[in-house]
């Protein structure tokens, strides 16, 4: 057991993950989270992990980039990958977890560890390179997309410029379930996958426009605060993919695809999906439907929808700031800061977007965090071939153009070419199949 420590700044998916590969490898972590003497304005709580909105961590599907992720994460012993199993709730092939379950599972499992303590406090200052080399220990800020004010003036002096960016991210509303008329939806999950997780509104034309053009005519929350407005591509809000077209939402969170009306028992013009938040299905949230709607515009417009009309809601969609650096620019390979090698940045503020995405950015700082601590040889990273692999690469070499938040997804790894008689499925699968060979070539190395 080393005398130094591992000290991580935010206990979200990131801080977690982290902490718990370095209690893995041996080391003592100290964690600082400001909740829930000072909250974030999306967190309600003081756990550990906690999910600020959609309670799903996507898909399981072998053969989709989501499922691969978690796949890799499971091979070095994922926190969050084994608490989101323990605390699933029923979601078709999506990982949707019950979520205080989930956080207690982080927080139990952390808490327990005789080498881990928790500090219920706000981080607004880090120390210097010389400081650090001379305690031995290490640090990892794991802030998140809503880090402090503080904490952020203090990481714009380890980029140098200003490099940190600001934007905005919108929620999706959750209906309380027994408000919703159980005659008028029906239960079904997309292709039949699953046992029908979904509520499900269908919309004719006519039905489809008249909502369409009730949102453009809301008011919505005003924009002063958010001039340079920059949303993240996939959580837009239902207003701003209507300003893209009439036809957008359609073609997006309201596709009727894979889905048999059983009034008709042809697909709808348009479809609406409910999805269950707990086990007991006493709230449904709308999937896709972030929006920055004024609230009393929200609930008399969601009410005009089928099976809506007597909706009550638990949360009314919101807009809400995001913060992340210009990675390449300002990290090693390791995660570290190029002024300061032993400060590591995980999570979402690298420059990843999504749950899954930041725990596995966590994962890897805290490996690379305890080998320095422990003085061991600079921990190996997974290849740019597989999808951790991947999104590392992503964080410390950027892509083409500004930099900017990515999930995980097939074009990050190296493609298929097409074959006549391969289906585009079955391509997704061998690419899936080959990355996650990689990985575990890598993880029998380590
Ligand atoms: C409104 C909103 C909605 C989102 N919806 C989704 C979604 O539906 N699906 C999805 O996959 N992702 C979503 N995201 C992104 C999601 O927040 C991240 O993917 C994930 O939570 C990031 O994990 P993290 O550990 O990096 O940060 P977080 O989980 O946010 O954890 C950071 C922690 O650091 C703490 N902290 C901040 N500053 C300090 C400080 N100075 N000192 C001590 N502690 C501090 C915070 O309290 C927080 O607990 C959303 C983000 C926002 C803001």
């Known amino acids: 057991m080393s005398d130094n420590w591992v000290h991580i700044v935010g206990g979200g998916l990131a801080g977690s993950e982290a902490a718990w590969q370095a209690l893995r490898q041996g080391c003592k972590v100290r964690l600082y989270e400001m909740r829930p003497k000072k909250l974030t304005p999306a967190h309600k709580t003081g756990l550990l992990a906690e999910l600020v909105c959609s309670n799903s961590l996507k898909s399981l599907n072998e053969g989709s980039a989501p499922g691969l992720l978690k796949r890799e994460m499971e091979l070095l012993d994922s926190l969050v990958v084994k608490a989101a199993k323990e605390a699933r709730v029923p979601a078709g092939q999506a990982l949707a977890v019950d979520r205080e379950q989930f956080s207690g599972i982080i927080s139990k499992t952390l808490q327990n560890n005789p080498n881990f303590e928790l500090v219920e406090d706000e981080v607004s200052s880090l120390p210097t390179e010389d400081e650090l080399l001379k305690s031995g220990d290490c640090w990892i800020v794991s802030s998140g ?10 990481l714009l002096k380890l980029c140098g410029e200003e490099d940190e ?40 034309k006519d039905q489809y426009n008249a909502f369409v053009d009730e949102v453009i005519a809301a008011e919505k929350m005003p924009l002063h605060d958010f001039e340079d407005v920059k949303y993240f591509e996939s959580c837009l809000p239902i207003e701003v993919m209507i300003e893209r077209g009439r036809d957008t939402l359609r073609f997006g969170p309201m596709k009727p695809s894979g889905l048999n009306d059983p009034a008709t028992g042809r697909w709808a013009y348009a479809n609406i999906q409910l999805r269950m938040e707990d086990r007991e299905g006493a709230m449904y949230s709308m999937v896709g439907f972030q929006t920055k709607m004024k609230w009393p515009e929200q609930k008399r417009i969601f009410r005009t929808l089928p099976g809506l009309e007597n909706a009550e809601f638990f949360k009314l969609g919101s807009v809400h700031r995001n913060t992340y650096l210009n990675s390449p620019k300002v990290l090693t390979d390791d995660l570290s800061f190029k002024r300061n090698r032993r400060i590591l940045l995980a999570g979402q503020i690298t420059g990843v977007e999504g749950y899954t995405e930041s725990a596995a950015m966590g994962l890897l700082a805290g490996r690379a965090a305890a080998a320095k601590v422990l003085g061991k040889a600079a921990a190996a990273m997974p290849p740019q071939e597989t999808m951790m692999g991947s999104l590392l690469s992503h964080v410390v070499s950027g892509g083409r153009g500004d930099y900017s938040p990515m999930n995980a997804n097939l074009g990050l790894l190296p493609t298929i070419p097409k074959k006549r008689g391969v289906s585009k499925a079955d391509r997704k699968a061998e690419q899936c199949s080959r990355a996650f060979e990689k990985f575990q070539d890598f993880s029998s190395t380590i």
């Open 145 to 154: 997309p809503l880090t402090s004010n503080d904490l952020s003036k203090e």
């Open 165 to 204: 960016l600001h934007f905005y991210d919108a929620i999706a509303p959750v209906i309380e379930g027994d408000s919703i008329n159980r005659s008028v939806v029906y239960s079904a999950s997309r292709w039949q996958e699953g046992e029908g997780d979904y509520l499900n509104i269908p919309l004719n």
